[in-house]
């Protein structure tokens, strides 16, 4: 099966930064579009920031110019640089990928666990 596992959340306080990462595995035939997303507590869960396997990315307006997303295609990683974060940037944020998992099949979304984000004012 595929597995995302993302890393690199915790407890920042407000004007500071964070990275975080998403790493793929398993049976991966190839990764097309990979994006992040964030739920803040009692909230739907919204989209944040998406890249392309060719390196295209698009932002959330709430993010732009404050975050930037970026992968490595070699190593099956997506990563989100957070800068000057702000209290409503408090969520759980989840990676997403679109996978294909052998020549021919389908592609189909996966999901990380999620990593928290809190941001202290």
């Known amino acids: 099966q595929v597995e995302l596992v993302e890393s690199g959340g915790g407890l920042v306080q407000a004007g500071g930064s964070l990275r975080l990462s998403c790493a793929a595995s398993?049976?991966?035939?190839?990764?097309?579009?990979m994006r992040w997303y964030r739920q803040a507590p009692g909230m739907q869960r919204e989209w944040v920031a998406g890249i392309s396997n060719s390196g295209n990315t698009v932002y959330a307006d709430s993010v732009k110019g404050r975050f930037t997303i970026s992968r490595d295609n070699a190593k099956r990683t997506v990563s989100l640089q957070m800068y000057s974060l702000k209290p409503e940037d408090t969520a759980v944020y989840y990676c997403?990928?679109?996978?294909?998992?052998?020549?021919?099949?389908?592609?189909?979304?996966?999901w990380g666990q999620g990593t928290q984000v809190t941001v202290s004012s």
């Open positions: 997403n990928a679109d996978v294909r998992t052998g020549l021919g099949l389908a592609e189909y979304g996966y």
């Open positions: 398993g049976r991966i035939w190839s990764i097309n579009d």
